[in-house]
């Protein structure tokens, strides 16, 4: 068995025969990247959900965040779960796919069939591994524009992500604009702070110190730095949760009995929910896709490429802002959203921006609130009105 | 967008629709639940913005459609650039601003006229209430107590009529309403208004030109 046949037969599904869509891009031109490589001839995997109208202007992208996936709103093929915006997405839903054709790409870097450190290189017959070239977020825009290009859109409707997600959709209108009507990003950033690093290299070091991972090469030797990935994804699970949020769905109750262990077994149910967390996430993700894609998220600094001035990427702009933040986030808070809003006020674009009360911390965006959907589906409503865009029922 | 019917809004919120041209570029600033800039972009087709503090006003505004921002005139008006917006309108909010001097002149670099409705607190019932009764007054318009009202920089027609003259900013037009919600100009008379007139609104323009005028 070749070495990344193993690590596919690792895994609880096979990633080159996901539902949904997979296409080969950059064989007539291949793909440039930030950091000078360039893609000749990789795989891109996307889900879509919804009809595109005859005119091609119902489209809407939504950008998934760091351990998302293009499984939107169906049940998951690895894990058998809802997909992770099921609440948002789906008929007669916020996101309605009565109305609109929704996108989701696994992004460059992924691991759910988009080229990334898990896939073959064709080059050599073997994984990528940390061959792997480094990747930003606007890589993975430039990435997204290919499929768009493949489907014969010229201009989405709407771009909507999320963390991650919602730096796509900065770098979409920035780079851009004349294809994106909309753009929503939601519980994000415009550059990733000291703290959001430091965050990330805590990951990134929990799964390099694992002996298993093998410098990257883990796959070589069948094996998966199961126990450094769940550390990273203990630690990042920490700051996408509030607080308050943590003390009130666990306090500090005990997992079993009532009496403390005295030992360093499980004793709190957070402790319990925490290598839950961890667990779960190592059966469908890979680790050095971990380690590239936060990588990316450090690496993003919109503000530096525009001479520091955040407006200048925006300037002229016609793309119809929209930016959400939730009050208990503090892994992207409120006035990181507030940044990019002031940048679009100096240049008098067309921004909604609003704060909603929550006490989920981060993954509120993930979340039932319903403060947040009313926001976002009276945004898209009046947006599709500027756009001309029939209701659902006329389509 | 023409089949909609006409939102029925506020007469004081009527008089300043009536000073905006159709199709014109309008920054609503305290916006509440977007009333004004509803109306405006259906009967006006006005491309409208609005700023407001209160989230439960921009989750109103922006799931009615409406571009509007969670935000603070007294800090966040300085971010837009000149001359952005053909009229920016403050409606019942100049006396509820930490630094309204401030606020006016930068309405008028950001817009090349500003609206602003305002309580008059020279109205003839507020200055018997208060000869009569010795507490602070309360009437429709301002109802809260004085502790708890939002209103904490008031002033009397002849007191903005003032401030604009020293600032520099000359008054287009003046409209007033009286204790019974109607319009009217009392005979063109300041000090007539200044007693008889519950509610103000004003146009205002930049005595110095603007750069792109």
Not at chain 1, 193 to 206: P, S
Not at chain 1, 211 to 227: A, I, L, M, N, Q
Not at chain 1, 272 to 291: C, K, M, P, W
Request: proline share 4%; with cysteine; hydrophobic share 45%.
């Amino acid at each position: 068995m070749r070495a990344h046949e193993r690590l596919h037969s690792n895994l609880p599904v096979d990633r080159r025969n996901l539902p949904g869509h997979r296409v080969f891009f950059g064989r007539d031109t291949p793909l440039q990247l930030d950091c000078g490589a360039v893609l000749a001839d990789f795989p891109v995997a996307y889900q879509t959900y919804g009809t595109l109208n005859k005119n091609r202007t119902n489209a809407i992208l939504v950008c998934h965040a760091l351990t998302g996936d293009q499984f939107v709103a169906e049940r998951h093929p690895v894990t058998g779960k809802d997909g992770w915006w099921s609440l948002m997405v789906g008929p007669g839903k916020t996101i309605d796919t009565n109305r609109f054709f929704v996108i989701c790409v696994n992004v460059l870097g992924g691991c759910m069939g988009s080229i990334g450190p898990a896939e073959v290189n064709p080059a050599t017959g073997e994984l990528w591994g940390l061959r792997f070239p480094i990747i930003t977020i606007a890589d993975m825009v430039r990435a997204q524009t290919m499929v768009l290009d493949h489907l014969g859109i010229e201009q989405l409707f709407a771009v909507i992500g999320g963390s991650m997600g919602g730096m796509q959709v900065l770098e979409w209108a920035a780079l851009f604009p004349e294809r994106v009507f909309a753009a929503v990003p939601i519980a994000t950033a415009s550059h990733h702070t000291a703290q959001n690093i430091a965050f990330h290299e805590v990951g990134r070091q929990a799964i390099m110190a694992d002996p298993d991972w093998c410098d990257g090469e883990y796959w070589r030797v069948g094996k998966r730095p199961h126990r450094g990935l769940a550390v990273a994804r203990m630690a990042a699970h920490i700051t996408y949760l509030s607080e308050s949020k943590l003390t009130k769905k666990f306090g500090r109750r005990l997992q079993t009995g009532k009496a403390l262990s005295y030992g360093f077994n499980v004793d709190f149910q957070v402790e319990s929910y925490l290598r839950h967390q961890g667990i779960t996430f190592v059966e469908r993700f890979d680790a050095n896709s971990y380690l590239y894609i936060t990588r990316a998220m450090d690496y993003f600094d919109m503000p530096a490429r525009y001479g520091g001035q955040l407006a200048n990427a925006f300037r002229d702009t016609k793309v119809r802002f929209c930016l959400i933040s939730f009050t208990s986030d503090w892994l992207y808070p409120t006035p990181e959203s507030r940044r990019i809003v002031h940048a679009l006020n100096a240049v008098a674009a067309n921004v909604s921006f609003a704060e909603i009360v929550s006490n989920a911390g981060h993954d509120a965006f993930l979340l039932d609130e319903p403060d947040f959907r009313r926001v976002l589906g009276g945004f898209l409503a009046g947006a599709a009105q500027h756009r001309g865009l029939a209701a659902a029922n006329s389509r | 967008m023409t089949a909609k019917p006409a939102p029925s809004i506020r007469v004081d919120l009527q008089l300043i629709a009536q000073m905006i041209e159709a199709n014109s570029r309008v920054l609503d600033v305290g916006c509440g639940d977007g009333m004004l800039l509803a109306y405006l972009w259906h009967v006006k087709n006005v491309d409208g913005r609005g700023i407001e503090l209160s989230s439960e006003g921009v989750n109103a505004c922006v799931s009615a459609g409406l571009s509007v921002i969670q935000g603070d005139a007294d800090t966040d008006l300085a971010d837009y650039p000149d001359a952005a917006f053909d009229y920016v309108v403050l409606s019942q909010t100049l006396q509820a601003m930490r630094a309204p001097r401030q606020v006016l002149i930068e309405l008028l670099r950001i817009g090349k006229h500003a609206i602003v409705s305002m309580p008059n607190f020279a109205h003839w019932r507020l200055r018997l209430a208060l000869l009569f009764t010795g507490r602070m007054p309360r009437n429709r318009v301002l109802a809260e107590a004085w502790h708890d009202t939002p209103s904490i920089h008031l002033c009397t027609i002849r007191d903005f009529v003032a401030l604009c003259e020293s600032i520099g900013i000359t008054v287009e037009r003046s409209l007033f309403l009286n204790d019974q919600g109607s319009p009217s100009h009392f005979g063109r008379s300041l000090a007539l208004a200044n007693l008889l007139g519950e509610q103000a609104v004003f146009m205002l323009s930049s005595r110095k030109k603007a750069p792109n005028a």
